[in-house]
């Protein structure tokens, strides 16, 4: 089974601020990773595939990067709806695994 | 638009067996796409149970593959899941969604809590 790790748990930063989240495979999973966005109360939506392709409709202040084992999601200019928990998920080989997640707030 | 809704009882026993349907519309079940289902405990983190394609071929979560099946009905558009012997560590909410790889389409969720 591969093993994704998120870093930080949770995090607070300030709107207008830049933020990047860690996501790390235990084991090479090339760039076979989405990241979720589950704001509180709702359901998971996917905002990136292939670890750096943007869903249609997601603003371009996401963004993805990171290939093999380590991997980002970065939120330029930080905006009060993005208050959520972030979840990277690899598809590399069944079972499907995800991360722990990583909370976001604002200060 | 693709849409996905959950149905089946929300209170299930101990050592019970839990079931659920998720119902699609908008796409055909009978397609590319691989069918799922992921569960949350309340306060928790994902965890995704297991997918079945429309031909029937399944994939499970080897800490639920003992207890778990994932069924499909291409007649009625729908796909099943059974979990078995359900203690309250089983207290979820319960989603379906479609996706090969990723997941780009979920339900909106079914809490089902285990509990005599």
């Known amino acids: 089974d591969i093993q994704m790790t998120q870093s930080p748990s949770s995090l607070s930063a300030s709107v207008g601020d830049r933020v990047t989240l860690t996501c790390r495979a235990s084991?090479?999973?090339?760039?076979?990773l989405a990241w979720y966005q589950q704001t509180p109360g709702t359901v998971p939506k996917l905002l990136i595939y292939?670890?750096?392709t943007l869903m249609s409709k997601v603003p371009s202040r996401f963004s993805g990067s990171g290939s093999g084992t380590d991997f980002t999601l970065t939120i330029s200019n930080l905006q009060p709806e993005d208050v959520a928990t972030y979840y990277c998920q690899e598809y590399h080989s069944a079972p499907l695994n995800f991360g722990g997640g990583t909370k976001v707030e604002i200060k | 638009q693709v849409q996905l809704q959950e149905s089946g009882p929300r209170l299930v026993k101990p050592a019970g067996t839990l079931s659920l349907t998720c119902t699609v519309s908008?796409?055909?079940?009978?397609?590319?796409?691989?069918w799922n289902w992921v569960r949350q405990p309340p306060g928790k983190g994902l965890e995704w149970i297991g997918e079945?394609?429309?031909?029937?071929?399944?994939n499970y979560n080897p800490s639920l593959r003992s207890r778990v099946t994932i069924s499909v009905d291409k007649s009625k558009n729908q796909f099943s899941l059974r979990l078995r012997s359900v203690s309250a560590a089983d207290t979820a909410v319960y989603y379906c969604?479609?996706?090969?790889?990723?997941?780009?389409?979920w339900g909106q969720g079914t809490l089902v809590t285990v509990s005599s």
């Open positions: 079945t394609s429309h031909s029937g071929s399944t």
């Open positions: 292939a670890a750096s």
């Open positions: 084991q090479g999973i090339s760039d076979y």
């Open positions: 969604a479609r996706g090969v790889d990723y997941l780009d389409y």
């Open positions: 908008g796409a055909s079940i009978d397609g590319d796409n691989w």
